[in-house]
T-cell receptor, first 109, second 118 residues
Framework: RKEVEQDPGPFNVPEGATVAFNCTYSNSASQSFFWYRQDCRKEPKLLMSVYSSGNEDGRFTAQLNRASQYISLLIRDSKLSDSATYLCVVGIWGNKLVFGAGTILRVKS | SQTIHQWPATLVQPVGSPLSLECTVE??????LYWYRQAAGRGLQLLFYSVGIGQISSEVPQNLSASRPQDRQFILSSKKLLLSDSGFYLC?????????????????FGNGTRLTVT
């Protein structure tokens, strides 16, 4: 089983739609969780950290479910500019972060 | 504010040639430094990480090596490139969290180097 698993997609949604991605992790001792966004042929950029209580940043909401070992990312009112690959990242121990392979989102007009 | 510089942006090298990619960080001291590789359509693979000058940890056996001659400089090298070394190489930095063993701070990536070995 992979340490971090994501549905590769692609998720094809119309503008204005709400879309959610899940990411599961295998190590119950994981302590840190992040969502990154990666545009085509660019470096990943931090979208948001994921806290135990959940957190929201504008149209983006991240949730952590420790019991079921998954994190989620909800995007409301999707924009064309949200089209990208979304990477789930989990801190297993020390300073090593493990990246999921990513979920592709395509927002269409 | 902190910035990370990575160069070159693109590189085309023949099989068997040497490689040197450089990464520098500004605006922070004693960062953790990382080299990742992303093959086409694949996830990020951690190659090396460093918690201090001269301290390098290798994650996977490979044809590459890394060095950290200065606090904010990280170099990725190879003596002889293989076709399988082609990919998108990303340097990243992070800082320690409040508890070194249980907290990870997020990574911040450079713009990457797209390497094609021919």
């Amino acid at each position: 089983r992979k340490e971090v698993e994501q549905d590769p997609g692609p998720f094809n949604v119309p503008e204005g739609a709400t879309v959610a991605f899940n990411c599961t992790y295998s190590n119950s001792a994981s302590q840190s969780f992040f969502w990154y966004r990666q545009d085509c042929r660019k470096e990943p950029k931090l979208l948001m950290s994921v806290y135990s209580s959940g957190n929201e940043d504008g149209r983006f909401t991240a949730q952590l479910n420790r019991a079921s070992q998954y994190i989620s990312l909800l995007i409301r009112d999707s924009k064309l500019s949200d089209s990208a690959t979304y990477l789930c990242v989990v801190g297993i121990w020390g300073n090593k972060l493990v990246f999921g392979a990513g979920t592709i989102l395509r927002v269409k007009s | 504010s902190q910035t990370i510089h990575q160069w070159p942006a693109t590189l085309v090298q023949p099989v068997g040639s040497p490689l040197s990619l450089e990464c520098t960080v500004e605006g922070t001291s004693n960062p953790n430094l990382y080299w990742y590789r992303q093959a086409a359509g694949r996830g990020l693979q951690l190659l090396f990480y460093s918690v201090g000058i001269g301290q390098i940890s290798s994650e996977v056996p490979q044809n590459l090596s890394a060095s950290r001659p200065q606090d904010r400089q990280f170099i990725l090298s190879s003596k002889k490139l293989l076709l399988s070394d082609s990919g998108f190489y990303l340097c990243a930095w992070s800082v320690w969290g409040a508890e070194k063993s249980s907290y990870n701070s997020p990574l911040h990536f450079g713009n990457g180097t797209r390497l094609t070995v021919t």
